[in-house]
């Protein structure tokens, strides 16, 4: 038994239109006849007149009362139950907003090329370990502005990633606190995981980073912090767009400028929040336990996967039978009539 539920039950009204088209052909078909019988007598009427057979025509008409059938059932969309088919859905497990540091002091070489290119290039690679999971990113130096919401499109966060450097925020400084904060306002409101992946060296002017991570913990996120650069401090250069004349960043006092991963910052501000500090230095990192040990526990989901019932289109065959049936009874028609003009 066949066991169909329709959408759009209301284009059955149809059947009685085509019903009373189908008749009414009929009908034509014999008066049609009739009427030139009233002025020739048989004999006559089967000389000039060659007409298909009446099974002939009979196929004709059935093939047409078949293909309109089957249109409007197509029409009316017919599904089976939704018990019958069921997908598994998967919500994006865990909201990831990356939080990097474009300032000067990123440009130091103790990272070869320089801690922002070295960052960047960790970070593509670190997406990668993402799937599943929506992706912002976040550039900070004296202030900080959200360049890519939250996404589940990656290859729109690679594009931004590429594309972001010193220029990317026209005040200079680093400002760790104030870009948690504008960070935390760029998460969706209500229950899911949610992580901040802070890339930077550290470097902080005033901007209360641990209160900020404090009020970031108050809404469920996490921070994983991520430290490049030397302790020991490196010099910054300073490249003249022009010229290409390399010199090194002074202070006002014309004394030069040496720029030092501030790892206990960092290291305070992931366990405010319960997260990690990764002190990734100048050397590589290696991706595979950060994300195993200190990552992927914290966007485990909280929820089982979610099961979601959908109902399966059954008009597919229906539509190839119309379609079969509208060109059986047009070859007929197209043979009837070469038949009736020999």
Known sequence: MIDWEFLHPEWGR????AAGILIFLAWRQTQGREVLGRFLDAPMLRRLT???S???RGTELLLAGVASLLAILVLMRPQTPAATEVTWAREASAEV???????RSMLAEDAAPNRLERAKAELRDLARSLVGHRIGLTVFAGHAAVVCPLTPDHGFFHLVLDSVGPDTVSRGGSRIGDAIRRAVRGFPTGPGAKL??????????DSYPVEAA???LEQGIRIVAIGFGDEGGSEIPIVDAETGARTTLKDRLGNVVRS???GETLREIALTTEGAYVPAGVGVLDLEPIVSKHIAP????TEPAVTRAVRAERYQGLLLGALVALLGGTLLGAEGSRRSAS
């Open 14 to 17: 149809l059947l009685w239109a």
């Open 50 to 52: 060659r007409r298909p």
């Open 54 to 56: 009446r099974l002939w």
């Open 97 to 103: 907003m990356v939080l990097l540091d474009v300032s």
């Open 196 to 205: 901040i992946l802070l890339v930077t060296d550290g470097e902080d002017h």
């Open 214 to 216: 404090k009020a970031a």
């Open 260 to 262: 030092r991963l501030d």
């Open 298 to 301: 914290l966007l485990r989901d």
